[in-house]
T-cell receptor, first 112, second 113 residues
Framework: EADIYQTPRYLVIGTGKKITLECSQTMGHDKMYWYQQDPGMELHLIHYSYGVNSTEKGDLSSESTVSRIRTEHFPLTLESARPSHTSQYLC???????????FGPGTRLTVL | GESVGLHLPTLSVQEGDNSIINCAYSNSASDYFIWYKQESGKGPQFIIDIRSNMDKRQGQRVTVLLNKTVKHLSLQIAATQPGDSAVYFCAENINSGYSTLTFGKGTMLLVSP
């Protein structure tokens, strides 16, 4: 079992709220990722990081932002949530170049 | 955002049968491939990987086959069990260190007792 954690697991909020989805890993991995996944669909990369102070946008355009101040922590923030942000958000980390990614359990976000 | 998902390709098998899940990957430059299993309400879980210098790799009850000529990847599960029921995703990567995984659309495996 990989040591990567996401909180909260489920979140229901109203439109316009600011939210932060937390992701932490205790494996010392440099690379971390955020994916968005709708039910029955593939994973879409929205943000990633090569290490501390590194953040990159992924393939899928997202209104969210990320930060990487510490190796183990990679939070994702939505400044003003909208119903179109309703989805599952998965965090992952990777040990190095071309290795498997370990996934957290996901955060299921519903914006009313 | 949320949308009505397209029906996933579904493979239905009986317990004890062998299962084969297929995946066509997109980038001929990809040189690293992974199969993930995702159970309902959980994040994807690593099953097995293969690099492009191999065409077959075996794990416990699972085998991955890689055909670079036709850009095809398959996952074989021997003696399928009800606990194998999940969505299976293939993913590809170019092992440059600066590239990211690209996931396929997924196949749902349903195992009947």
């Amino acid at each position: 079992e990989a040591d990567i954690y996401q909180t909260p697991r489920y979140l229901v909020i109203g439109t316009g709220k600011k939210i932060t989805l937390e992701c932490s890993q205790t494996m010392g991995h440099d690379k971390m990722y955020w994916y968005q996944q709708d039910p029955g669909m593939e994973l879409h990369l929205i943000h990633y990081s090569y290490g501390v102070n590194s953040t990159e946008k992924g393939d899928l355009s997202s209104e969210s932002t990320v930060s990487r101040i510490r190796t183990e922590h990679f939070p994702l923030t939505l400044e003003s949530a909208r119903p179109s942000h309703t989805s599952q958000y998965l965090c992952a980390s990777e040990a190095g170049m071309g290795n498997e990614q370990f996934f957290g359990p996901g955060t299921r976000l519903t914006v009313l | 955002g949320e949308s009505v998902g397209l029906h996933l390709p579904t493979l239905s098998v009986q317990e004890g049968d062998n299962s084969i899940i297929n995946c066509a990957y997109s980038n001929s430059a990809s040189d690293y491939f992974i199969w993930y299993k995702q159970e309902s309400g959980k994040g994807p879980q690593f099953i097995i990987d293969i690099r492009s210098n191999m065409d077959k790799r075996q794990g416990q009850r699972v085998t991955v086959l890689l055909n670079k000529t036709v850009k095809h990847l398959s996952l074989q599960i021997a003696a399928t069990q009800p606990g194998d029921s999940a969505v299976y995703f293939c993913a590809e990567n170019i092992n440059s260190g600066y590239s990211t995984l690209t996931f396929g659309k997924g196949t749902m495996l349903l195992v009947s007792p």
